[in-house]
C-alpha cells in the first residue's frame, strides 16, 4: 500500500507541475484575447479539445470521469481567463 501511495504521489507532483504550466500558457492566451478583443469563451475550440481528448481514452472504463475532469481543468481556465480580463 505504502509503495502505491508513493506512486500517487509523484503522479500529484507531475499533474501539480502540468496543471502549472497549463495555466501560464492560459495567461498568455488570455492577454492576447484581450488585446485582439476575442471573447475569452470559444465554444468551438473547447468541443474540438473536449472530443480529440475523450477520444484518446475511450478504451477505458473510466471514460467519463476523465471527460468530467477535462471539463473541469477547461472551466478553470475559463475563469482565470476571466479573471485576466477583469483586470
Known sequence: MEKLRE????????MQNLFIERMQIVKKIAEYKLENQLPV???????????????EVSNYDFL?????????????SK?????ISEK
Open 7 to 14: 506512486e500517487i504521489d509523484i503522479i500529484d507532483k507531475n
Open 41 to 55: 469563451f470559444d465554444l468551438d475550440r473547447e468541443k474540438e479539445i473536449i472530443k480529440k481528448n475523450i477520444d
Open 64 to 76: 467519463d470521469l476523465y471527460e468530467d475532469f477535462f471539463k473541469k481543468i477547461l472551466e478553470l
Open 79 to 83: 475563469k482565470y481567463q476571466e479573471r
